[in-house]
């Protein structure tokens, strides 16, 4: 089972999102504030409409959700804010509330689509490593898995555009693709997540556009 989180830039008081946050189910465990941002741990009810025996996620029931404040400034000295939950209809749809909630308070809040070509840069990382590429060309993907500085070598000469990046990561993986979203295994931890959206972001200078 995987994790989704969706993020936008904005310039939130810091208390904004735990409070939309605190409006959300009930107080769930691993909440967390450190150097690289914050997390709210909620635990609610939820239906989800686009569940199937595909997803490993049972149609209702209850699921615990993170509302994220990562400091991750960017050169216009916005925060990175988002979402991540068990299921990718709830992660949209609890973005959107929070959305709403900044824009009635008169923050602006930008869509995040990281991009992809830094973050291959990160193979000379020692917590986050890329371990695959996702090419597109025509409805046709091609998927290039390998370690380090050879992963760009395996794809070059391939056709398609770049469409997602996997990261390996210190408990699991993590997968960028170019439509936004950032997809967590269900092994990392909060405080893991905080920290490897801070290195996406770092990298990936979120204001580029994908596949920059």
Do not use: K
């Not at 216009?76 to 990718?88: E, H, K, M, N, T």
């Not at 709403?100 to 990160?122: C, H, K, N, R, S």
């Amino acid at each position: 089972m995987f994790l989704y989180s969706s993020w936008v830039l904005t310039l939130p008081r810091n208390e904004m999102v735990s409070a939309f946050a605190a409006e959300i189910g009930a107080a769930g465990p691993g909440s967390l504030a450190d150097p690289d941002g914050a997390m709210t741990v909620r635990e609610l009810d939820y239906r989800d409409p686009d569940s199937s025996p595909w997803v490993d996620l049972p149609r209702e029931g209850t699921c615990r959700v993170g509302f994220v404040d990562v400091d991750a400034r960017d050169a216009f000295g916005s925060r990175l804010v988002g979402v991540v939950s068990p299921s990718a209809a709830l992660t949209d749809h609890l973005l959107g509330d929070l959305v709403a909630v900044l824009q009635d308070a008169d923050a602006e809040a930008e869509p995040v689509v990281f991009a992809l070509g830094p973050l291959l840069e990160l193979a000379r990382a020692d917590a986050v490593h890329p371990t695959s590429i996702r090419l597109g060309d025509a409805g046709i993907r091609f998927l290039v898995q390998s370690d380090g500085p050879a992963l760009l070598e395996a794809a070059a000469g391939l056709p398609g555009d770049r469409v997602g990046v996997t990261l390996r990561v210190d408990d699991g993986r993590a997968t960028v693709s170019a439509e936004g979203p950032v997809i967590f295994t269900d092994a990392v931890r909060p405080v893991t997540i905080l920290a490897t959206i801070g290195s996406i972001a770092t990298s990936a200078r979120s204001r580029l556009p994908a596949g920059a």
